[in-house]
C-alpha cells in the first residue's frame, strides 16, 4: 500500500506562493516568480515582442 497525497499536495504555500506572479500582455497570459521588488524571472516566450507587461501578484501583493 502507498502514500497518497493529501489535500493541497503539490500546491505552493506560505513565503513561495507570495512571490509567484501572473503576467498579461498582447493578449497573453504567462508566470513569474518575483526575485526582487522590481524584478520578475519568467520564461522568454511570455514577454517576447512586449513592450508593456501587467504583473500582478497571486499570493500576496496585489500589484508590483
Known amino acids: 500500500m502507498t502514500d497518497a ?3 493541497g499536495a503539490g500546491r505552493a504555500s506560505g513565503p513561495e506562493l507570495e512571490r ?3 503576467l498579461t500582455g498582447g493578449g497573453r ?3 513569474g516568480y518575483l526575485l526582487t521588488a522590481r524584478l520578475v524571472l519568467t520564461a522568454a516566450h511570455v514577454a517576447e515582442g512586449l513592450e ?3 504583473v ?3 499570493g500576496g501583493r496585489t500589484q508590483v
Open 5 to 7: 497525497p493529501g489535500p
Open 20 to 22: 509567484v506572479a501572473a
Open 29 to 31: 497570459t504567462g508566470s
Open 52 to 54: 508593456h507587461v501587467s
Open 56 to 58: 500582478s501578484m497571486v
